[in-house]
């Protein structure tokens, strides 16, 4: 979804485009306010990855411990310089950083590094911060650094805004409960709006939801038609020929399943909409499992064709199916 957005994105005007040429939604500082419900009457302080590498390496052995005093266990306790694990921060502190990297692009935060110090440094628990960055720019800015090197470094790290971008511009598309509004009646911001977006355990959607309740129809926005089921790609990966089928599939009402023959494994139940990299588990699953029943166990070569690269992953030995 996010090259079919950079493919999409018109970086003139900072938006993305619908194959139809009208406005999807743009990557702007004020639309990202919008659909946050962000507003402050303080001046805001430019933000970059730049400003904070360098006011990183002039934090002082004083303000690493007073960040590690107030945001820190008290018998984790930093005993060497930065980077510090995660697991050593209290319960604020873990809060905290998690936001930071949600911000910054971070995809994990094992290790709390310089850059995220210097942001921790300036809250104080119960207080304002002392600092009020301009934070939809740098978001704005990356984004769109991100759709114009895409092709080359094949990076993003701000899926979540997209994510939310397009709820937010494209509401009555998902056919999911969205509760705009809080108790009294306020707009509330985008990000509490579903838990069908959120990464966490209690969520009342699961993966296959999310595919075909939001991906899904997310992609049909982008697209001159909506995806189907299986791509063309998969089909093919399945029956290779007329000659040479040995792999089906089953399209049940909200469910999928690929069968490969002479596996012995359960199916797994595939979304609705299967992606790439859930198709290519399952397939080397099942490939594996078959080849390991009927050819490797007797010591016989293995006499299926199987593409050794699908999606992300790579499959080059028989012992790790």
Same mark, same amino acid.
């Given at each position: 979804m996010i090259h079919q957005c950079c493919e999409n994105y018109d970086p003139n005007q900072r938006v993305v485009l619908s194959p139809s040429g009208s406005v999807l939604f743009?990557?702007?500082?004020?639309?990202?306010?919008?659909?946050?419900?962000?507003?402050?009457?303080?001046?805001?302080?430019?933000?970059?990855?730049?400003?904070?590498?360098?006011?990183?390496?002039?934090?002082? *052995?004083?303000?690493?411990?007073?960040?590690?005093?107030?945001?820190?266990?008290?018998?984790?306790?930093?005993?060497?310089?930065?980077?510090? +694990?995660?697991?050593?921060?209290? %319960?604020?502190?873990?809060?905290?950083?998690?936001?930071? *990297? $949600?911000? +910054?692009?971070?995809?994990?935060?094992? $290790?709390? %590094?310089?850059?995220? +110090?210097?942001?921790?440094?300036?809250?104080?628990?119960?207080?304002?911060?002392?600092?009020? #960055? %301009? #934070? !939809?720019?740098?978001? !704005? %800015?990356?984004?769109?650094?991100?759709?114009?090197?895409?092709?080359?470094?094949?990076?993003?790290?701000?899926?979540? #805004?997209?994510?939310?971008?397009?709820?937010?511009?494209?509401?009555?598309?998902?056919?999911?409960? +969205?509760?705009?509004?809080?108790?009294?009646?306020n707009r509330r911001s985008v990000i509490f709006w579903t838990p069908v977006l959120h990464h966490i355990f209690h969520s009342p959607y699961n993966y296959c939801e999310f595919i075909d309740l939001f991906i899904h129809p997310a992609l049909s926005l982008l697209m001159s038609s909506p995806p189907p089921r299986l791509t063309d790609e998969m089909q093919k990966i399945l029956q290779l020929s007329k000659n040479y089928s040995i792999r089906d599939w089953y399209f049940y009402q909200d469910h999928t399943v690929i069968r490969i023959y002479g596996c012995e494994l359960a199916p797994y139940r595939l979304p609705k909409y299967v992606p790439m990299r859930l198709f290519a588990l399952e397939y080397f699953r099942k490939f594996g499992n078959t080849d390991m029943v009927h050819f490797y166990s007797r010591n016989k070569k293995a006499q299926l064709k199987i593409n050794h690269q699908l999606g992300p992953f790579i499959f080059n030995k028989r012992e790790e199916a």
């Open positions: 743009h990557i702007t500082p004020e639309a990202i306010n919008q659909m946050l419900q962000s507003q402050s009457a303080r001046p805001l302080t430019p933000l970059s990855m730049q400003l904070l590498v360098d006011q990183g390496a002039k934090l002082s *052995s004083s303000q690493i411990t007073r960040i590690a005093q107030l945001f820190m266990q008290p018998d984790s306790q930093p005993q060497r310089p930065p980077p510090f +694990l995660h697991v050593w921060f209290n %319960d604020i502190g873990k809060v905290l950083v998690n936001m930071i *990297s $949600y911000i +910054l692009g971070y995809n994990i935060s094992e $290790y709390v %590094d310089e850059t995220i +110090l210097v942001m921790l440094s300036m809250f104080t628990p119960g207080r304002p911060p002392a600092v009020q #960055y %301009d #934070y !939809a720019t740098f978001i !704005a %800015d990356r984004i769109h650094e991100q759709f114009m090197n895409l092709e080359r470094e094949r990076v993003f790290k701000n899926t979540s #805004y997209i994510y939310h971008l397009i709820l937010y511009n494209h509401p009555d598309n998902f056919p999911i409960f +969205l509760k705009k509004l809080d108790a009294k009646g």
